[in-house]
C-alpha cells in the first residue's frame, strides 16, 4: 500500500475519494503539521511508498505551469546561529529525495520526470525580494511542506515522491493567482499519477 499525501484537500478535487492501492493523508498546511500529520500515519501503518502531491510557486523563471518531481528539499525561512539563510541550527540543510520508480507500465512518464529542488517555509511566498532571496539558496519552486515531508519520510526509512503542480510566480498576487488555478493543478496532478501508476 501506498500513501497519498497533500496539504489540502483543494490540492486533491480532482482526485476521487478512494484511489485502488492508496491509502489518502491530508495533513493541513505548513510544516509541523506536515510532520505530525505524518509522523503519526507512518507510525500507524507501513506503506512501500509516500506520494506527494500539491501546489508550489515557481521562483525559476523558466518553469513553466507544470508538473515537477521534486529531487531535493531546503528551507528559506531559518538561520542559524551565525545569521547564514537557509541553515538550520539542527537540521540538515538540504533533504535528497531519492528517485522512487513509478509502478510497472509507467515507462512513458518516465521520460518525462523533470526534477527541481524545492524552498519550503511557514509563509506563503507572494513577494519578488522574497522570490529573489529563494533564487540565491537555489530553488526553482516553493512551497510550506515538502521538507518536512521528506524530513520524516527520511526517519521511517519509507521511500518519497513529490509532485508539484506550479500554481503561481510567488510574487504578486500570488495568492490570488493560487486559488483560481489549484483545480486546474489538481487536474495535471491527477493525470500525472494516473500516468505513473495506472489508476
Known amino acids: 500500500m501506498k500513501l497519498l499525501v497533500a496539504a489540502l484537500e ?13 491509502d489518502r493523508l491530508v495533513t493541513g498546511p505548513g ?15 507501513r506503506y512501500e511508498q509516500i506520494v506527494v502531491v500539491g501546489t508550489a510557486g515557481a521562483v525559476d523563471e523558466r518553469l ?25 541550527v539542527s537540521l540538515p540543510v538540504r533533504v535528497e529525495l531519492v528517485p522512487v520508480q513509478a509502478d510497472a507500465g ?11 529542488t524545492i524552498a519550503t517555509g511557514d509563509s506563503f511566498v507572494d513577494d519578488s525580494a522574497a522570490v529573489a532571496g529563494i533564487r540565491l539558496l537555489g530553488a526553482g ?40 488555478t489549484v483545480a486546474a493543478c489538481s487536474a495535471q496532478l491527477r493525470e500525472r499519477v494516473r500516468a505513473d501508476y495506472g489508476v
Do not use: C, N
Open 10 to 22: 483543494s490540492e486533491l478535487v480532482a482526485f476521487p475519494p478512494v484511489l485502488p492501492g492508496f
Open 31 to 45: 510544516k509541523l503539521q506536515a510532520t505530525f500529520a505524518l509522523t503519526r500515519a507512518l507510525d500507524a501503518a
Open 64 to 88: 513553466d505551469a507544470a508538473v515537477y518531481e521534486v529531487d531535493a528539499a531546503i528551507q528559506h525561512d531559518v538561520t542559524d546561529i551565525d545569521g547564514i539563510v537557509g541553515q538550520h
Open 106 to 116: 509507467a515507462s512513458q512518464a518516465e521520460h518525462a520526470r523533470e526534477f527541481v
Open 141 to 180: 519552486l516553493v512551497d510550506m511542506e515538502t521538507y518536512a515531508y521528506a524530513w520524516v519520510a527520511e526517519r521511517f526509512g519509507v521511500p518519497i515522491r513529490v509532485l508539484k503542480a506550479v500554481s503561481d510566480r510567488a510574487e504578486d498576487d500570488a495568492l490570488t493567482d493560487w486559488r483560481t
